[in-house]
């Protein structure tokens, strides 16, 4: 049981020491819509289309097609170049 307990706490540790290290949400776990301008933008590809991936399936309870996210990353990342804010959410981007 005491190893179990400490091992627990060790990885809480671990956690809390990304989260306030200056990383960002997003850079630690997928944040899908809440994902914010500043933080998109200097995702790689892989990274926003994660992103783009949860946000549509919270929206339609279904997986996206490839087609979709694509489309979606492609108007989010315009949206945050353009009308965006640095801390606007992606899900806040014109998107079907």
């Given at each position: 049981?005491?190893?179990?307990?400490?091992?627990?706490?060790?990885?809480?540790?671990?956690?809390?020491?990304?989260?306030?290290?200056?990383?960002?949400?997003?850079?630690?776990?997928?944040?899908?819509?809440?994902?914010?301008c500043k933080d998109f933008t200097t995702q790689d590809e892989k990274k926003q289309n994660d992103e783009v991936s949860k946000m549509?399936?919270?929206?339609?309870?279904?997986?996206?097609?490839?087609?979709?996210?694509?489309?979606?990353?492609?108007?989010?990342?315009?949206?945050?170049?353009?009308?965006?804010?640095?801390?606007?959410?992606?899900?806040?981007?014109?998107?079907?």
């Amino acid at each position: 049981m005491k190893s179990t307990t400490t091992s627990a706490l060790t990885i809480v540790v671990a956690v809390a020491g990304i989260l306030f290290s200056g990383c960002s949400a997003s850079q630690v776990i997928n944040t899908g819509g809440d994902t914010k301008c500043k933080d998109f933008t200097t995702q790689d590809e892989k990274k926003q289309n994660d992103e783009v991936s949860k946000m549509l399936k919270d929206k339609s309870g279904q997986d996206p097609t490839n087609l979709e996210i694509s489309a979606t990353r492609l108007s989010a990342q315009t949206y945050c170049q353009t009308l965006g804010k640095p801390d606007s959410k992606i899900s806040e981007a014109p998107h079907g």
